[in-house]
Each structure stands twice: as structure tokens, then as C-alpha cells.
């Protein structure tokens, strides 16, 4: 079976196969760093409602630019207390 590359269905798998499975397997790495890295969400205190995902530095941004009051909560379901955002 040392031969397989060298079969039809073996360059198949070389040639089509294998570079689908690192494709796929490197858009997995991806997503899963760029949700290590959202892991707050951004409640507003006067709305009651959600105003937008990613770090904390660029939430803290973004309610320092809006003026917002509210506070930043985990997303990743962790008991970690809530980072209150009062006048930014």
C-alpha cells in the first residue's frame, strides 16, 4: 500500500481530499481566535439593549466615541462580573 499516491483514488485524495481538509481545518483556527478575542458584548444602560460585540479595548472605544453609559458583559457564559462603563 506504499503505492497509494501513485492510484486514482489516491490522487485524488492528494490532489483534492487533503488540500479541502486544511482549507477547512484553517478556517476553523480562524473563527476560533477571532472568538477568543470577542468576548464582551456591549449593553447600553438608557436602551436596554445590546450595541455591539468584539474586545474590550473596542467596546471601551466605541462607548467613549457614542457617549455611552452601560456595561460590558462577558459573552463566553463565564461568571466574570460585568465591566460598568460609567461617562467614558
Known sequence: MSDFFQTPMGRRFYEGTM?????ALETIAEKL????????VLISWDESRILGRGT?????????????????????????A??????C
Open 19 to 23: 488540500p479541502r481538509l486544511v482549507k
Open 56 to 80: 474590550e479595548r473596542e467596546l471601551r472605544q466605541l462607548a467613549k466615541e457614542m457617549g455611552i453609559r452601560g456595561e460590558l458583559v462577558s459573552s463566553d457564559e463565564s461568571d466574570e
Open 82 to 87: 460585568p465591566i460598568t462603563l460609567d461617562e
Open 33 to 40: 481566535d477571532v472568538k477568543k478575542e470577542e468576548k464582551f
